[in-house]
């Protein structure tokens, strides 16, 4: 059974740092890359990083490049987003959602693509809230 599980998100004041974790099993990790998207209350969801499991090349949108940095631990199966100086409108669920390339990843997380298409498993999400 292929999961993917988000945890780290919690409250924060602006300016604080969060790390989110995306612990993934049930298909080969190094075959497939890794997005993280973001759902703020009432509005689309919107992608913002990637990393290819095998090689960790990353793309990042430019609303958090500087930012956010995402990363992976091969040998435990997981992805972190490290979120420094958060903004109140970084507040969302956080997803993070497995593709079978990082070229696809991509797509998705740019928006260039709908981000279903995109990716193949998601998991359930984590709330991040950024108090002012």
């Known amino acids: 059974e292929v999961q993917l599980v988000e945890s780290g998100g919690g409250l924060v004041q602006a300016g604080g740092s969060l790390r989110l974790s995306c612990a993934t099993s049930?298909?080969?990790?190094?075959?497939?890359?890794i997005g993280w998207f973001r759902q703020a209350p009432g509005k689309e969801r919107e992608g913002v990083s990637c990393?290819?499991?095998?090689?960790?090349?990353?793309y990042d949108v430019n609303s958090v490049k500087g930012r956010f940095n995402i990363s992976s631990d091969n040998a435990k199966n997981t992805v972190y987003l490290q979120m420094n100086s958060l903004k109140p409108e970084d507040t969302a669920v956080y997803y993070c959602?497995?593709?079978?390339?990082?070229?696809?990843?991509?797509?998705?997380?740019?928006?260039?693509?709908?981000?279903?298409?995109?990716?193949?498993?998601w998991g359930k999400g984590t709330l991040v809230t950024v108090s002012s």
């Open positions: 990393i290819s499991s095998s090689d960790g090349s990353t």
């Open positions: 959602a497995a593709a079978r390339s990082l070229l696809r990843c991509e797509r998705a997380v740019s928006g260039r693509w709908s981000y279903y298409y995109g990716m193949d498993y």
């Open positions: 049930g298909f080969t990790f190094d075959d497939y890359a």
